[in-house]
């Protein structure tokens, strides 16, 4: 509830019990207020304060107004223990009574204005601070206070009108400048705000970062020129700024001159003043922006040597370096450079795998099974790594092996077409093996998530057929593979004798005859094929 809201009901419910207590408290001592027993009470009150004793300090200054029901003293200590105690809409009450006995008295009335503000009530806490301010012009707090509730009711034009007071006090401060360029900023009002700024720079000639503030506006506000002849002066003061080059980065791209950006992002990251987070992710900016472009390769090429040149001890020069390698399919320079970030830092993901992928393309199975074996070290729940020392495995004829690390392997793959690429692979290795039973059942999983697998459908109808099983299965799966690649010799090789199994001999006959003509070699498997079709023709 708001806490204007909650200290009006409680006003509202407390008045009737307030005004009785003071009409009784005026009436018993109407005419006769005992200060001696007022101010000894004070004392207990005080001194039970400074015992932290916060239920005696209560009942002590209540004590002292019941013998002077005027004594703002007592109203102001009692405001402090009420909140203490947690009686907010009581201490609120008694420091409204105490500011009303005794306007003149400053403390008062700045409690009085710190209630105003916790409630939220700022047109009373400005009215107040208005009137405080005036009386004390030199009480800086006061005037900071003022300002900042201007500032929270955007009363923007009187929070200037008080900055200026106040830089008039203490001085040039970077906190008010930055509030007023602030104000300027949401009034719109560009005019002032490049004055200030330029005020800024005149005042402090040798300071890089209002300069920099200056280029900023400059620039959003499409004075190119002087943002430009900014921008340098900021490089002329500080060389080695750590955001110039990034600062001009922007210039360049906002006006199209992304040759002169690059070169920018070029000096960013060799800049040894700017941390290697924000390098990372401007590099990561400029990539996305770029991706597609003719350029975007080289350009990683250059990043990848310069992150190198500046920070040696770091992994992502050699990542980045490995990554233009393997799109430009130079899988030798890929390795070595996948190498070194692992060197650095063993447990790279990216550099794991694409080491492997790069040792793949190189036909190094032995590398390829040892470094995803390796790589399952720190990662074991990735199928990625399982995946390839399973088909590692299998190329250099340790199926044993290679079925073991592909059933693991598919237990951590949530996605269906992985676990398709998994399951195919294993249907063939049990196949291999001779175990139909478990190829089949391999097959079937392979097919209920991916039901458009031509290479299974093929395999799995010709394996039917092979056996004399299930041939009206094997005919749909078959009759699906050569719809999605109609020239495919091998599966028009397996659709022929299926179709040969079933006894529709001249239907066979018409796709052998096809699967042949497409043949680029002579297969001995297609004749033989071939041969058994038309001696059933000629039967």
Known sequence: MNMKIKALILFLMLGGTMCGIAQTMESEFAGRPDKKKNATYFSNGLQSKYRDDTEGTIRNFEQALRYMPDDAASMFELSEQYVNAGRTEEAF???QKAAQLDPENKWYQMRLGRFYRNLEQYDDFTKLYEGLTAKYPDDIDMLSDLIDA????EKYDKALEKMDVLEKQIGRNELITEQKLNIYKRQGNTKKLLAELEQLTKENPDNPRYYSMLAKEYSDNGKDKEALKTFEKVKELSPNDPYINISLLEYYEKNGD???????????IRNKNLDLATKTNIYDYWMQKNEGSKQVNEQARQCGEAFIEAHPDSKLGHLILGSYYLVKEDAPKSKEQYQKALAIDSTDFYGWQNLIISESRLNENENVRDHAIAALKYYPMQPVFYWYAGVANAVLKNNDDAITYLEKGRRYTSDKLQMANFDAFLGDLYHEQGDEEKAFDAYERTLRND??????????????????QDLDKALEMSTKAIAAEPDNPTYLDTHAWVLYMKGDYKEAEKHMKKALKLLKEPDETYTKHYEAIINKLKN
């Open 93 to 95: 009450k008694m420091i």
């Open 451 to 468: 039901p458009n697998n031509v290479l299974v459908l093929n395999n799995y109808a010709y394996y039917l057929a092979l056996k004399n």
């Open 150 to 153: 201007y500032l929270i009711t």
């Open 258 to 268: 992304n040759e002169k950006a690059f070169n920018e992002l070029l000096a960013a």
